[in-house]
């Protein structure tokens, strides 16, 4: 066993997760890798029983079964064609408006958010949907790509987000609760979102222009049904999933399986449920559901040996010493959240850094509840910073050759889009009821 200093080992630590993750290797691996090699030279064998201990109380943790039942129920509904007939809907209402196209794609990009949950499906569902649609009819490239990107990020933080059901059992804090206040965090962000585009397009016709009339001439009638018929079965999963949560009829996780379980026949009512769709669906599910816990046992490991080698109070004392007091501490976190976004997935973010600052929210003097949202929204930027970036990334792979878009337009379309989450950062500091105030009224 080696004598460290717990300065010197949390220097050692930090930098060796992050020359393997800028070497390219898979997060899991330095991570893991770190915490067995570290925990043996300062523990010998007996870091093996600690690092057991750790992972098996992750696994093994009830709330977390939620994670694989709200996989599959975006998964279903992805195939289920719903978020197809809703833009299809909303294209008639709103493409009449300069940037009415993109405004329904951050409509659509919402509500995929409340069911579908998984960025990857979204973006790609808005990428092969919307964006085809607005840039053969002469929107600005980067505006259109920005916007699909930034709308098919809002899945991570509109529950049912598998973010906060990892978030919360790390935090202690109630997933229903950060359900809940996810809510009306992530509706802003919606709604700013729409702002910015109607106001680039006001100042800058060209960028979002109106559709033709003559495109959208269908009878009232009709484009009313439609709408009613796209957004009812989004209301009644959004009322299996968390109208359950909110009314206290069920937790989360049985939540997650009501969801689960009315996704599926949506895909069976709208004749989109075939053998091999559930079969993929389920492949899928494993597949993601595995990786979070792979990535999150590997990072549960890891900050058991940091936390014992006394390496979590070095790191406390360094941010409590921060001048400003509790706001200099408050945006020191956020920062180094926001740069760990640019080079290391949320998951890994969330597993490493969440059980370290966690103790310092109550001695700071912030609402957990507020803080965690706080942070949630903070890791929005993280897929939209290159070169990580996994956002930009699953645009790229979708986009079809023949619309001419590059990597480039994809970049300089999400930097507004990122600016404006740090917008919403600010306005959430400024006005912390926005977060509070629904979580207040659920029913215990």
């Known amino acids: 066993m080696i ?28 991570i893991g890798g770190v915490a067995v090699i570290i925990g043996y030279l300062l523990y010998g064998t007996t870091s093996l029983d600690l690092i057991y201990s750790r992972i098996f109380g992750l696994v093994t943790n009830y709330t977390l079964l939620a994670v694989p039942l709200f996989i599959f129920m975006g998964g279903m509904l992805e195939r289920s064609g719903i978020a197809e007939k809703m833009y299809d809907a909303l294209y008639l209402w709103l493409g009449g408006l300069r940037g009415g196209l993109a405004i329904v794609t951050v409509m659509i990009g919402t509500v995929l958010a409340a069911t579908v949950g998984i960025i990857a499906a979204s973006i790609t569902m808005l990428g092969l949907v919307a964006l085809p649609a607005m840039v053969k009819r002469g929107y600005n490239k980067s505006l259109a790509s920005g916007t699909v990107v930034a709308a098919g990020c809002l899945g991570i933080l509109i529950p049912p987000s598998i973010m906060l059901i990892v978030y919360g059992p790390m935090a202690m804090i109630s997933v229903g609760k950060l359900f809940m206040a996810a809510f009306p965090a992530g509706f802003m962000l919606s709604g700013l979102y729409i702002t910015y585009i109607a106001i680039r397009c006001i100042v800058k016709p060209s960028d979002g222009p109106a559709i033709p009339h003559e495109e959208r001439t269908v009878p009232l009638l009709k484009k009313t049904t439609m709408l009613l018929s796209s957004i009812a079965p989004t209301a009644i999963l959004i009322l299996a999933v968390l109208g359950v949560i909110f009314f206290g009829i069920a937790a989360p996780t049985e939540a ?29 599910t494993l597949r993601l559901t595995g990786m979070i816990l792979l990535i999150g046992s590997c990072a549960f490991a890891f900050v058991g040996i940091f936390l014992s080698a006394g390496c979590g109070k070095v790191v406390e004392e360094l941010i409590l010493s921060v001048p400003g007091g509790k706001w200099g501490a408050f945006g020191i976190i956020m920062f180094i959240i926001f740069m760990l976004g640019f080079f290391i997935d949320w998951i890994g973010i969330l597993f490493i850094i969440i059980p370290i600052i966690s103790p310092l929210v109550e001695p700071l003097g912030f609402h957990p509840l507020w803080f965690a949202m706080m942070v949630c929204v903070n890791l929005q930027t993280s897929f939209m910073t290159p070169p990580f970036a996994p956002g930009i990334f699953f ?10 878009l590059s990597m480039a337009d994809i970049i300089r379309g999400v930097i507004p889009f990122i600016l404006l989450v740090l917008v919403g950062v600010v306005l959430l500091v400024v006005f912390p009821e926005i977060i509070l105030w629904l979580p207040d009224k659920m029913i215990k």
């Open 395 to 404: 645009l790229r792979g979708t986009v079809s050759p023949d619309l001419g």
């Open 3 to 30: 004598d460290i200093s717990p300065e010197l080992l949390t220097i050692i630590m930090l930098g060796s997760i992050f020359l393997g993750v800028i070497t390219g290797f898979p997060l899991a691996i330095p």
């Open 256 to 284: 997650a399986a009501s969801g689960a379980v009315v996704a599926t026949l949506l895909a069976l009512a709208y004749r989109r449920l075939t053998f091999k769709i559930f079969t993929g669906t389920a492949l899928e």
